[in-house]
């Protein structure tokens, strides 16, 4: 089945000129379409099926800084505070806490790469504790077993994956953007050589500037328009039990399970890192951009089915602006999660947390989880077509710093200072070669 999503009812008339159109109603779209609606521009926000239906309400919730890697740090750091100013001035409840992210392990290799991660931490002004074995037994009580050690991220927090991309699209006609659901763009148009125009299901709008926030359908998007953009998805398998359960911490890693409360007070359980790989045009076409990435994780990694192929979201075939594309196809990506993951998931949240035992499951779902080669996203309006932006491959750490991503998008096409450094984001250090430069955490 789906996962939990709020819906939202938005106008369905096309405008003719538009100062920015965003393709995708994803976290990262609808925050750029946010923060330019924001900014003064008349942004117009077109998703082909529902306003966060995809990978953003079937996620974790969680919005860290704990673990990230360097080149995303800052962009972390800023969108913590970035969730608490949108939920002030939409003066709705996104879900968002700094309730505090637990890690718990018996690994001693594990806890010193966590202390290490956080050394440099401290050095960027974030918060995190390493815990003693006696420390990390005591904040993980509810599991009833003895730690060796572990971390404590007080400052980081979770939000509601079901609500935060819906209430924040309601936030851009709040400040005078336009909404628009189930209305597929096809492709671009140019004049003299830069952007003019998107082309979609339900006619044309004249614009300069389009930003693409597509997920896992933006490589596909850009080919039409020649532009290359390494993208691969892994399908992940995620359920969510009943509320009912007390003594849980909010927000706890462990290797064999990690939980999050949800706002109705059940709790979402996945196994961090475990996932099924779907073949892809666009993965095989660009396996040699993957490779490092699939050297360091395969083991985490099961061989998937046809599911993706058959969605078409990562075709590199052509498609024509005046047909039925892909996108219209498939609404939205709803593939089938693995069932023996899920079982295995529900059985290890039983075995670690005895508050878990007769907790019901409420709902399974996947979701496919885009990722870049090195695991870092791509944030780039210098492209080879001047009005074209790319905000995509979040590589499943999308949801937390979605509001950052989306200021840093509004920050270029206003032409002033972004809020973190942009540089480790441009599409052009994909020229290179990857191996050594995969995301560490």
């Not at 080919?223 to 892994?234: C, G, L, R, T, W």
């Not at 949800?262 to 996945?270: N, P, V, Y």
């Not at 052009?428 to 191996?435: K, L, P, T, V």
């Amino acid at each position: 089945m789906s996962a939990p999503l709020m819906t939202i009812e938005t106008n369905s008339e096309l405008p003719t000129l538009a100062d920015c159109v965003v393709v995708g109603g994803g976290i990262a779209g609808v925050c750029a379409a946010y923060w330019l609606a924001r900014s003064g521009q008349h942004v117009v926000l077109l998703e082909k099926g529902r306003i966060g239906a995809e990978q953003s309400s079937r996620n974790w919730g969680w919005c860290r800084q704990q673990n990230r890697d360097a080149r995303e740090l800052p962009l972390a750091t800023k969108s913590l505070t970035l969730w608490e100013e949108m939920a002030a001035d939409l003066n709705e409840d996104l879900g968002f806490q700094r309730c505090g992210l637990l890690y718990l392990s018996n690994d001693e290799a594990e806890i010193e790469g966590w202390a290490e991660w956080g050394r440099f931490a401290r050095t960027q002004g974030v918060a995190s504790h390493s815990l003693s074995a006696k420390e990390a037994t005591e904040h993980g009580s509810a599991t009833g077993k003895s730690w060796a050690g572990g971390v404590w991220s007080p400052s980081d927090g979770i939000a509601d994956p079901s609500r935060a991309a819906p209430l924040i699209a309601k936030g851009v006609v709040k400040h005078g953007g336009q909404v628009i659901q189930f209305c597929a763009a096809r492709g671009l148009e140019t004049t003299g050589g830069r952007v003019s125009a998107v082309i979609t299901e339900k006619g044309t709008i004249k614009t300069g500037q389009v930003v693409v926030a597509g997920g896992a359908w933006a490589s596909s998007f850009v080919h039409q328009s020649d532009i290359y953009f390494p993208q691969a998805a892994v399908r992940s398998s995620i359920m969510s039990v009943e509320p009912g359960a007390e003594g849980i911490p909010p927000a706890l890693h462990t290797s064999d399970i990690s939980i999050t409360r949800r706002g109705d007070g059940g709790h979402t359980l996945a196994i961090s890192g475990r996932a099924s790989v779907d073949p892809t045009p666009g993965a095989i076409m660009g396996a040699k951009h993957f490779l490092p990435m699939f050297a360091k994780r395969w083991r985490a990694l099961s061989p998937g089915g046809l599911q993706a192929w058959k969605a078409e979201f990562e075709t590199r075939k052509k498609w024509a602006l005046d047909g039925v594309t892909p996108m219209e196809r498939t609404r939205i990506l709803d593939p089938r999660p693995s069932k023996s993951l899920i079982n295995e998931t529900l059985s290890n949240a039983r075995k670690l947390l005895p508050a878990l035992k007769n907790a019901a499951v409420q709902a399974s779902w996947a979701g496919y989880i885009d990722s870049t080669p090195d695991g870092v996203p791509v944030i780039d309006c210098n492209l080879s077509i001047p009005g074209l932006t790319i905000a995509a491959g979040l590589s499943g750490h999308g949801f937390g710093i979605g509001p950052g991503v989306g200021h840093i998008v509004a920050d270029m096409l206003n032409g002033r200072a972004p809020i973190t450094e942009t540089g480790q984001y441009k599409l052009e250090r994909f020229d290179q070669s990857q191996w050594g430069k995969v995301a560490k955490f």
